[in-house]
Nanobody, 125 residues
Framework: QRRLVESGGDSVQSGGTLKLTCVAS????????MAWFRQAPGKEREAVAS????????YYSDSVKGRFTISVSNAANTLYLEMNDLKPEDSAVYYC??????????????????WGQGTQVTVSS
């Protein structure tokens, strides 16, 4: 059983910056591919970014590429998502996920076994 707890969501103005945190149970970040997803009201959950267990490869959706950065702290068992130049369309509940079923599902909401409870990000124009 993996435990994932997100935090860091807030309300910011367009162009602002936030850093989301996902504290995971011990060894999760070193043994599991992990990812950030988001879901806006009335929309399907979509991938934002994912990272391989060795942390050498990262993947981003086109909508956030160049603005968001996914990273990991092994010592803190924590996954991060640094978000810059935020836009109103980035508003959503953000979830972290762990234990990927297959590499081809790295950016699919069907690809992960464990999920956090989510943290709300609201960007106003």
């Amino acid at each position: 059983q993996r435990r994932l707890v997100e935090s860091g969501g807030d309300s910011v103005q367009s162009g602002g910056t936030l850093k989301l945190t996902c504290v995971a149970s011990i060894s999760t970040v070193t043994t599991s591919a992990m990812a950030w997803f988001r879901q806006a009201p009335g929309k399907e959950r979509e991938a934002v970014a994912s990272i391989e267990p060795d942390h050498k490869e990262t993947y981003y959706s086109d909508s956030v590429k160049g603005r968001f950065t996914i990273s990991v702290s092994n010592a803190a068992n924590t996954l991060y998502l640094e978000m810059n130049d935020l836009k109103p369309e980035d508003s959503a509940v953000y979830y972290c996920a762990a234990d990927r079923h297959a590499w081809r599902l790295r950016m699919s909401p069907n690809g992960y076994k464990y999920w956090g409870q989510g943290t709300q990000v609201t960007v106003s124009s």
